[in-house]
């Protein structure tokens, strides 16, 4: 097999506070292969933002330790110098945060911003910069670029500047695009439109996707790859189809059971009562038992161990529950999902 674009390993990252530590991520491992798109899902506070920013070297290493193995292309990041990860930031991997406004400079031009962009990591003249800024404008599908280009942030809708974004990640075509809730801030129509467009950019550009999100919606309609996460760490993962068809976690029923829906009589089986914990002190052995249905004793003690699930070889879950039993709560919960879902 090829290497893995991305082959994270035991992932830990903690964070000193004045109430002590945080382990923000604790012991998470996944791989994203060329031209993948991996869908990371769990409600806030789940780690999984600090996840992909200690993948991009963002921590502020003054209050955060990380250990494990990031390797991108076999070149371990969490060893790598702050010059090499800015540069492996600008060329390789592009970030798209949840709000453009705190990326984009409100007292320069869009056109501006995006022109020194692609000055700053290529040998271009100031007019051929221009030109990409534009040519990247109409990809992204802002109407009227030539027009648009010369505007500020604020004349944008939120849609609009998150395109901008996009826009801007994609300067150096590269071959990660990491997107952390970049529909949440977005009305529903808007969300659709910007999921299209990220689908249709990994296809055009062929880049890999980490989609972060706390929505499962958002997953099934970008996502080849699903990696739940629940309190710092991985609770159930697979492929797409597999986790919706098969889902073996009580947290991803959770999840599915809180998915709006067209036909709104059916009682939301599913919806996960309470919090997620704080990671200051997280429960012991599996960490959703407090909110699970479905606890036993064990479940208290022992915290269980990602385990092959389902039919599809690549699906794993975190459960001490018996398969028979979840193979039984995850038929009910498909069908009662399905039933009335238009066809
Ligand atoms: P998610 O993106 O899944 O909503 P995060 O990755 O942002 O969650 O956060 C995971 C946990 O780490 C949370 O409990 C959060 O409070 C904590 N955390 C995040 N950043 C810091 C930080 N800089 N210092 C201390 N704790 C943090
Ligand atoms: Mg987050």
């Given at each position: 097999?090829?290497?893995?674009?991305?082959?994270?390993?035991?992932?830990?990252?903690?964070?000193?506070?004045?109430?002590?530590?945080?382990?923000?991520?604790?012991?998470?491992?996944?791989?994203?292969?060329?031209?993948?798109?991996?869908?990371?899902?769990?409600?806030?506070?789940?780690?999984?933002?600090?996840?992909?920013?200690?993948?991009?070297?963002?921590?502020?290493?003054?209050?955060?330790?990380?250990?494990?193995?990031?390797?991108?292309?076999?070149?371990?990041?969490?060893?790598?110098?702050?010059?090499?990860l800015r540069t492996i930031r600008?060329?390789?991997?592009?970030?798209?945060?949840?709000?453009?406004?705190?990326?984009?400079?409100?007292?320069?031009?869009?056109?501006?911003?995006?022109?020194?962009?692609?000055?700053?990591?290529?040998?271009?003249?100031?007019?051929?910069?221009?030109?990409?800024?534009?040519?990247?404008?109409?990809?992204?599908?802002?109407?009227?670029?030539?027009?648009?280009?010369?505007?500020?942030?604020?004349?944008?809708?939120?849609?609009?500047?998150?395109?901008?974004m996009i826009a801007m990640a994609?300067?150096?075509?590269?071959?990660?695009?990491?997107?952390?809730?970049?529909?949440?801030?977005?009305?529903?129509?808007?969300?659709?439109?910007?999921?299209?467009?990220?689908?249709?950019?990994?296809?055009?550009?062929?880049?890999?996707?980490?989609?972060?999100?706390?929505?499962?919606?958002?997953?099934?309609?970008?996502?080849?790859?699903?990696?739940?996460?629940?309190?710092?760490?991985?609770?159930?993962?697979?492929?797409?189809?597999?986790?919706?068809?098969?889902?073996?976690?009580?947290?991803?029923?959770?999840?599915?059971?809180?998915?709006?829906?067209?036909?709104?009589?059916?009682?939301?089986?599913?919806?996960?009562?309470?919090?997620?914990?704080?990671?200051?002190?997280?429960?012991?052995?599996?960490?959703?038992?407090?909110?699970?249905?479905?606890?036993?004793?064990?479940?208290?003690?022992?915290?269980?161990?990602?385990?092959?699930?389902?039919?599809?070889?690549?699906?794993?879950?975190?459960?001490?529950?018996?398969?028979?039993?979840?193979?039984?709560?995850?038929?009910?919960?498909?069908?009662?999902?399905?039933?009335?879902?238009?066809?």
């Amino acid at each position: 097999m090829s290497e893995p674009l991305l082959d994270v390993r035991d992932l830990r990252t903690e964070f000193k506070t004045d109430d002590g530590i945080v382990k923000a991520v604790d012991g998470v491992s996944f791989k994203v292969e060329p031209g993948q798109v991996l869908g990371i899902v769990g409600e806030s506070g789940s780690g999984k933002s600090v996840t992909c920013l200690t993948v991009m070297g963002l921590n502020d290493s003054k209050f955060a330790t990380s250990t494990g193995e990031v390797l991108f292309r076999g070149e371990d990041l969490l060893k790598a110098s702050s010059s090499r990860l800015r540069t492996i930031r600008g060329d390789e991997i592009a970030m798209i945060f949840q709000d453009p406004m705190t990326s984009l400079n409100p007292v320069h031009k869009i056109g501006r911003q995006l022109a020194e962009a692609v000055v700053l990591h290529n040998d271009v003249s100031s007019k051929q910069a221009y030109a990409r800024a534009l040519e990247l404008l109409k990809a992204v599908g802002i109407p009227r670029a030539e027009r648009r280009i010369d505007d500020y942030p604020h004349q944008f809708s939120g849609g609009m500047r998150q395109r901008v974004m996009i826009a801007m990640a994609l300067i150096n075509n590269p071959d990660l695009i990491i997107a952390d809730e970049p529909t949440t801030a977005l009305d529903v129509t808007t969300q659709a439109q910007i999921l299209a467009l990220l689908k249709r950019i990994q296809d055009d550009f062929g880049s890999a996707v980490i989609m972060i999100t706390h929505d499962l919606g958002v997953v099934a309609e970008t996502a080849d790859d699903v990696i739940v996460m629940y309190a710092a760490r991985i609770v159930e993962r697979g492929p797409v189809r597999s986790i919706f068809n098969e889902p073996r976690h009580p947290y991803t029923w959770g999840l599915m059971g809180s998915l709006p829906r067209l036909d709104t009589n059916l009682e939301r089986l599913y919806q996960i009562p309470g919090q997620p914990p704080s990671l200051l002190n997280p429960p012991s052995g599996c960490r959703f038992h407090p909110r699970c249905a479905f606890a036993m004793p064990i479940c208290r003690q022992q915290d269980p161990q990602l385990m092959p699930a389902g039919s599809d070889t690549l699906h794993e879950q975190a459960c001490h529950l018996d398969e028979a039993t979840k193979a039984r709560e995850a038929t009910k919960l498909v069908a009662m999902l399905t039933a009335g879902a238009p066809s």
